[in-house]
């Protein structure tokens, strides 16, 4: 079946380090990629996705590269902000028809200090 | 409304009641979806609809829980029989169009906690 497996956390970094989430799936054919977010207090949003192989999913400064050879889609971010700390859920949806619901990983929790 | 709705935001019950969760989409979306997220844990699909439909409801975890969406807009999410293990974070979500790079809009969930 699909599974989607993400980085343990908590994370916590300084401001203006730089962020990798490490994001690796297992699926049939070719999903779509997604990297939903969770602030403090506030409900999943879509932070960026992928829908093709090599393509680069971008948004607030955060970048993730669907990489098929290595099925990975590692969440990167040059510069982190206090905002930026929140909960990353890496998620795909499958390729070919059947369920069209998404699989996400655990999450992981990001800590930005000042 | 601009998102999606979900009613109660909380609902706390006696283990063996009866619950339903509601859903109200975003209006004009024919797709909706129900997730139930577990403490430290990614939403787990349960079931999705195309309009009225039940598409697919493979991630339903047993015969106590059943949804509805009669009319292709507001849904509900029921459960008999309430046990312990399924307090819980119920989402919904919904999307203008099933396909690959269509986005899913969530709600703000309704917490279930069963005593």
């Known amino acids: 079946g699909n599974s989607v497996t993400q980085m343990e956390g908590p994370v916590t970094l300084s401001e203006e380090a730089f962020l990798t989430i490490n994001c690796t799936y297992t699926a049939t054919g070719y999903p779509s990629l997604f990297w939903y977010v969770q602030y403090p207090g506030e409900g999943l949003q879509l932070l960026l996705k992928a829908t093709k192989a090599d393509d680069k999913g971008s948004n607030k400064g955060f970048e993730a590269t669907y990489r098929k050879e290595t099925t990975s889609f590692h969440l990167e971010k040059g510069s982190v902000q206090v905002s930026d700390s929140a909960v990353y859920f890496c998620?795909?949806?499958?390729?070919?028809?059947?369920?069209?619901?998404?699989?996400f990983g655990k999450g992981t929790h990001l800590i930005i200090q000042p | 409304g601009a998102g999606v709705s979900q009613t109660p935001s909380n609902k706390v019950t006696e283990k063996g009641k009866y619950v339903e969760l509601r859903c109200d989409p975003i209006?004009?979306?024919?797709?909706l979806y129900w997730y139930r997220q577990s403490l430290g844990q990614g939403p787990e699909f349960l079931i999705y609809?195309?309009?009225?439909?039940?598409?697919?409801d493979s991630g339903l975890p047993n015969d106590r829980f059943f949804a509805v969406r009669p009319e292709g807009s507001v849904s509900t999410l029921k459960i008999q029989r309430t046990e312990r293990g399924d307090s819980a974070v119920y989402l919904c979500a919904s999307s203008l169009l099933v396909g690959q790079s269509n986005e899913q809009f969530f709600g703000p969930g309704t917490r279930l906690t069963v005593l």
């Open positions: 998620a795909l949806r499958p390729g070919q028809g059947g369920a069209d619901g998404l699989t």
């Open positions: 209006s004009g979306h024919t797709a």
């Open positions: 609809f195309q309009g009225t439909g039940a598409a697919d």
